[in-house]
């Protein structure tokens, strides 16, 4: 047998990702529901579907995503993460749960505009990005014009970018970048402390990720440890 022939997976976990068809979507197959992502969700929420599309970014093993989407069963949430492992646990997750709400990709975010159509989502959340703080590191940061760009062209009219990190320079870094599509986008809130940040809270009230946090946020929040956010609003 030549081994050489044998293609190597990444992951074992990339595999079992095909276990879950119709949910996982990977191996190019991210990209199949371009412009259609709508009539997917409504064929497997039925008539009771609201017609709004949620984008989480970095969703991990959708510990948070499957909770808000329990909450909200008539709107529909794609997550994305490059983790096969995590994403495989968050398949089970969302299998065990009944979610027909939720879709999951496996892929990079920077491809949203191989992923989804113009005007196709509603919002798009990032929270607790991979800071990329080391020198080497900073040309690889997902908020960045570019990026910001791409986003700006799925989102529908009035639609929200939202991000929440506990890293202080990003938080800034993000907010210089942000002036860039200043022409694009408004910026409509920016907090130095997230969940003490009262007139925020209220503001954001009924939104989907109100009052949520993921493990890792709430070891920063038991530690008192400041959790930045920003949100810019589609012009």
């Given at each position: 047998?030549?081994?050489g022939?044998v293609?190597?997976?990444?992951?074992?976990?990339?595999?079992?990702?095909?276990?879950?068809?119709?949910?996982?979507?990977?191996d190019?197959?991210?990209f199949?529901?371009r412009?259609?992502?709508?009539?997917?969700?409504e064929?497997?929420?039925?008539?009771?579907?609201?017609?709004r599309v949620?984008f989480?970014?970095?969703?991990n093993d959708?510990?948070?995503?499957?909770r808000?989407?329990?909450?909200?069963?008539?709107?529909?949430?794609?997550?994305?993460?490059?983790?096969?492992?995590?994403?495989?646990?968050?398949?089970?997750?969302?299998s065990?749960?009944?979610?027909?709400?939720?879709?999951?990709?496996?892929?990079r975010?920077?491809?949203?505009?191989?992923?989804?159509?113009?005007?196709?989502?509603?919002?798009?959340?990032?929270?607790?990005?991979?800071?990329?703080?080391?020198?080497?590191?900073?040309a690889?940061?997902?908020?960045?014009?570019?990026?910001?760009?791409?986003?700006?062209?799925?989102?529908?009219?009035?639609?929200?970018?939202?991000?929440?990190?506990?890293?202080?320079?990003?938080?800034?870094?993000?907010?210089?970048?942000g002036?860039?599509?200043?022409?694009?986008?408004?910026?409509v809130?920016?907090?130095?402390?997230?969940?003490?940040?009262?007139?925020?809270?209220?503001?954001?009230?009924?939104?989907?990720?109100?009052g949520?946090s993921?493990?890792?946020?709430d070891?920063?929040?038991?530690?008192?440890r400041?959790?930045?956010?920003?949100?810019w609003?589609?012009?």
């Amino acid at each position: 047998m030549n081994l050489g022939s044998v293609t190597r997976r990444r992951s074992v976990y990339a595999d079992r990702l095909l276990e879950h068809r119709g949910l996982v979507f990977s191996d190019g197959a991210q990209f199949a529901h371009r412009d259609t992502w709508r009539e997917y969700f409504e064929s497997r929420i039925g008539p009771a579907f609201d017609g709004r599309v949620i984008f989480e970014v970095g969703c991990n093993d959708a510990a948070l995503l499957a909770r808000v989407a329990a909450r909200h069963p008539t709107t529909g949430f794609i997550g994305i993460d490059w983790k096969c492992r995590a994403l495989h646990t968050a398949a089970q997750r969302v299998s065990i749960e009944g979610l027909r709400n939720v879709a999951l990709l496996h892929g990079r975010a920077q491809d949203v505009q191989q992923i989804f159509a113009e005007r196709e989502i509603d919002e798009v959340w990032i929270f607790h990005p991979e800071p990329c703080d080391k020198p080497r590191e900073l040309a690889n940061r997902l908020i960045a014009e570019r990026f910001l760009r791409d986003v700006h062209a799925v989102l529908r009219d009035g639609g929200s970018l939202v991000l929440k990190t506990d890293h202080p320079e990003y938080y800034q870094r993000s907010l210089d970048d942000g002036r860039a599509v200043a022409d694009q986008f408004d910026l409509v809130a920016s907090s130095a402390d997230f969940w003490n940040d009262g007139p925020l809270q209220r503001a954001i009230a009924g939104r989907g990720f109100a009052g949520e946090s993921s493990a890792f946020e709430d070891r920063y929040r038991r530690k008192r440890r400041p959790i930045y956010y920003l949100e810019w609003r589609k012009r």
